[in-house]
């Protein structure tokens, strides 16, 4: 789902989500342009996201974000995800909501 600037028609954010049908939950992946960040995109997109993954029938929406990606992770904080560390790679973070 792409978001575009309605001034320019750049492109500045798009997200996908990428279901399992046996296990009623999707995976996302969210990626907003540097000049975009803490505008809002994000969460526009993933609510957005989040709504078309209840309609579709998904109970829950995943994704992985990097340890260090500390504006990402304050938006799964916004958006009232649950975060955990993946023991098996430090390097990530699992991000969880149901819808």
Do not use: W
């Amino acid at each position: 789902m792409p978001l575009q600037d309605q001034t320019s028609g750049k492109l500045v954010g798009i997200t996908r989500c990428i279901g399992e049908a046996q296990n009623n939950r999707c995976e996302f992946s969210l990626s907003v342009s540097d000049d975009f960040h803490g505008e809002g995109v994000g969460s526009q997109l993933m609510l957005n996201m989040m709504a078309q993954a209840h309609t579709k029938g998904f109970k829950e929406i995943y994704g992985y974000v990097l340890t260090e990606n500390h504006d990402m992770l304050e938006l799964m904080k916004h958006l009232n995800f649950s975060i955990s560390a993946m023991e098996n790679d430090p390097d990530f973070k699992l991000v969880t909501h149901s819808v």
